[in-house]
T-cell receptor, first 109, second 116 residues
Framework: RKEVEQDPGPFNVPEGATVAFNCTYSNSASQSFFWYRQDCRKEPKLLMS???SGNEDGRFTAQLNRASQYISLLIRDSKLSDSATYLC??????????FGAGTRLTVKP | GAVVSQHPSRVICKSGTSVKIECRSL??????MFWYRQFPKQSLMLMATSNEGSKATYEQGVEKDKFLINHASLTLSTLTVTSAHPEDSSFYICSARDGGSTDTQYFGPGTRLTVL
């Protein structure tokens, strides 16, 4: 079983739609959690950290369920510029980040 | 945000040659740098963790004699792919962890290596 699992997609949604991505992780000792965004042939860029209490940044909402070892990302009012691959990242300890394979999103006009 | 640079951004080389990739943290000191490899449509795979002034820690399955890592200063780590073969063609990305911050890593723009 992979350490971090994501639905690879692709998710094809119209502009303005709400879309949700899920991620599960296998190591219950994981300490910190992130969503990164990666555009084609570019490096990953931090989108947001994920906290147990849930956190929101504009149109993006991230949730963490430690009991279920489950992380989610919700994007509201999708924009064309949101098209990218979204990577779920789990940090077991300070120097050990594990990446999911990514979920590809395409937002269409 | 913090900036990490990589050089070169793209390299094409012949089979059997060695290629050196540099990773620099431009506005912070990186006690730890990481090297990843990403094949098309796959996730980033951690190759090794590089700590300033000490030997790198390699992930299982990554040959340390083939992928030489040097982290001689707090702002520079290098990855040398020795005797490159076509199967080494990939997107190599470094990241750096700010010693004074949280667990966030900052990624370099990546180096696309093509071995003919």
């Amino acid at each position: 079983r992979k350490e971090v699992e994501q639905d690879p997609g692709p998710f094809n949604v119209p502009e303005g739609a709400t879309v949700a991505f899920n991620c599960t992780y296998s190591n219950s000792a994981s300490q910190s959690f992130f969503w990164y965004r990666q555009d084609c042939r570019k490096e990953p860029k931090l989108l947001m950290s994920v906290y147990s209490s849930g956190n929101e940044d504009g149109r993006f909402t991230a949730q963490l369920n430690r009991a279920s070892q489950y992380i989610s990302l919700l994007i509201r009012d999708s924009k064309l510029s949101d098209s990218a691959t979204y990577l779920c990242v789990v940090n077991k300890k300070g120097n050990d980040m594990r990446f999911g394979a990514g979920t590809r999103l395409t937002v269409k006009p | 945000g913090a900036v990490v640079s990589q050089h070169p951004s793209r390299v094409i080389c012949k089979s059997g040659t060695s290629v050196k990739i540099e990773c620099r943290s431009l506005d912070f000191q990186a006690t730890t740098m990481f090297w990843y490899r990403q094949f098309p449509k796959q996730s980033l795979m951690l190759m090794a963790t590089s700590n300033e002034g000490s030997k790198a820690t390699y992930e299982q399955g990554v040959e340390k004699d083939k992928f030489l890592i040097n982290h001689a200063s707090l702002t520079l780590s290098t990855l040398t792919v020795t005797s490159a073969h076509p199967e080494d063609s990939s997107f190599y990305i470094c990241s750096a962890r700010d010693g004074g911050s949280t667990d966030t890593q900052y990624f370099g723009p990546g180096t696309r290596l093509t071995v003919l």
